[in-house]
């Protein structure tokens, strides 16, 4: 990671919650906020940790800034965790990742939700998370399982099956009730800010490995419409 790469981030972090970006927000965030200032110093500290031993001394500060607010706000999602842009934290307090999972760009997260690990059985592994999805709060997502893009999951879901895109999921064990999707709850993604080019876009690639289909979306919502009643688990 570079650190071009790493400004990106930020600045479309900070969009996410204002719209826009300056050195205001970005110091009024930093000095009040709780779910942007998380993630700030949960990327700088994954950038420091790439750097020369020469940036040793500051990567130790930014990891006891990380840790600190660890504990302060209650959010866990530790610094090497794949992370895309646009990450917006809504509420604080009781949000476990396990370090294992891929989050795609523009997440929303919710409080009191966990995205853990599996140990056993045929889906063991962490969650992939795709793009523009939105997880509402107390909602837990287990196991070796990948959630499309565009997919709203509800308060106090339980999701341990495989989601597709679009789809809308509620309730214990997680169904899909329809596919309207997140839209309405994934806002201000309008983020424009120049990528980096050449062998620096690599790492900008979705942070989410393809689904295992290649149907186009339209294909998938027509597959899934008739299963809405069938369990997300």
Request: glycine fraction near 12%; aromatic fraction near 12%.
């Amino acid at each position: 990671m570079t650190f071009r790469q790493v400004c990106y981030l930020i600045r479309s972090d900070l969009h996410r919650y204002h719209g826009r970006t300056n050195w205001r927000l970005l110091a009024r965030e930093l000095l009040f906020g709780v779910g942007f200032k998380y993630s700030f110093w949960m990327r700088v500290t994954a950038w420091l940790s790439h750097q020369s031993a020469a940036w040793f001394p500051i990567y130790l500060i930014a990891r006891l800034f990380h840790r600190r607010y660890i504990y302060k706000f209650g959010i866990s999602i530790p610094f090497p965790t794949v992370v895309g842009p646009g990450f917006y934290i809504g509420h604080f307090g009781g949000i476990h990742v396990n370090s294992g999972v891929r989050i795609g760009r523009n997440c929303n997260i919710s409080q009191d939700v966990t995205i853990g690990q599996a140990s056993r059985g045929e889906r063991r592994g962490v969650p992939n998370i795709g793009d523009n999805v939105y997880i509402g709060p107390g909602a837990k997502i287990f196991g070796g399982i990948r959630i499309g893009d565009h997919v709203a999951i509800g308060a106090n879901c339980v999701v341990t099956r495989d989601v597709p895109d679009h789809a809308v999921v509620v309730g214990v064990p997680g169904r899909v009730v329809n596919f309207n999707g997140s839209e309405g709850y994934i806002n201000r993604t309008d983020y424009d800010y120049p990528l980096p080019t050449g062998a620096e876009a690599k790492d900008h690639e979705p942070a989410v490995d393809p689904p295992n289909s290649a149907k186009p979306a339209d294909a998938q919502l027509h597959a899934h419409n008739g299963k809405a009643g069938e369990t997300a688990e």
